[in-house]
């Protein structure tokens, strides 16, 4: 299975390396079983000569779900691989979470920015740091905004995720610092996803033991309204469109910041239902 994000949809998805070097998050079922590894670097570049032949590309994003984790010079050779094989290549995207973004130094990204790396999505789920340590991601939120202010710093844009549910104990604490890590960060995108309880992952065995629960869809908005409100961002795009979400929203920041908020809130105090998007269109 390779996951790629929404944004990449018309872009060629090259498997650079398989599963993810952290895997260890509770809610994710993508990479479980799966050794992480680099793919040969002989065999990948094969794989570019043959998409190159087929038409030109616009956009190349590099799979799977930490590819920015390869050594640095190994990355570099990729990138004029498809720079120099692509005709029309104007942008690369990568996965990249903090543990490897931090791998990198300014110099070096700023080098794999001006080899077409365009944009580096990155996991952080949280600010909040107990809601950081149940998921098992590795990290806390000091460390998240020193990786993503790394990636602003060397002029790659930046697309953040965060989710919606996580932490039904910590709710306020978690939307709250999410919103504040955001706002330190200041990325080029946010973009909010609803946890998807799935069978075989932790947080699926907690929920089986009764020790977790998932929020309801009104609490799970209010979280939104509470990681908007108190997200600032000198530009860019604030989106819950995922097909997770049960209110997409697409806000341009800060300017379309207050619309949403009330259109929010109204939503919850309400309780509308006929609001939501129903949960046949939230399969996954």
Not at 3 to 11: K, L, N, Q, V
Not at 232 to 258: C, I, Q, W
């Amino acid at each position: 299975m390779v996951i790629r994000p929404p944004s990449e949809a018309r872009s060629l998805i090259l498997q650079a390396t398989f599963g993810c070097s952290h895997n260890k998050c509770t809610f994710c079922p993508t990479y479980k079983g799966t050794r992480f590894r680099i793919k040969d670097e002989e065999r990948l570049f094969a794989e570019i000569d043959e998409m190159a032949a087929l038409r030109p590309w616009r956009r190349v994003f590099l799979a799977d779900g930490d590819a920015l984790i390869i050594p640095h010079q190994r990355l570099v050779r990729i990138l004029e691989k498809l720079r120099g094989s692509i005709r029309g290549l104007e942008r690369v995207g990568i996965y990249g979470n903090a543990k490897a973004i931090m791998k990198k130094s300014v110099e070096e990204l700023k080098e794999l920015r001006a080899l077409g790396l365009g944009i580096v999505y990155f996991g952080l789920e949280s600010g909040d740091d107990e809601t950081l340590a149940f998921i098992d991601k590795g990290r806390t939120g000091e460390e998240m905004i020193a990786a993503g202010r790394r990636v602003k710093q060397a002029g790659i844009e930046l697309s953040i995720t965060v989710l919606l549910g996580v932490s039904p104990d910590r709710p306020r604490e978690h939307a709250i610092h999410t919103g504040r890590v955001l706002s330190a960060i200041d990325p080029d995108y946010v973009g909010a996803l609803t946890v998807m309880v799935v069978p075989g992952t932790p947080l699926w065995d907690l929920q089986q033991r009764g020790i977790w629960r998932l929020p309801d869809e009104f609490a799970m908005l209010e979280e939104l309204a509470l990681i908007l409100a108190h997200t600032d961002m000198t530009r860019g795009l604030f989106m819950s469109n995922h097909a997770s979400n049960y209110v997409p929203l697409r806000v341009r920041m800060p300017e379309e910041k207050p619309a949403a908020l009330q259109m929010l809130r109204e939503i919850v105090g309400s309780r509308n239902r006929d609001a939501l998007k129903p949960e046949w269109l939230r399969a996954l």
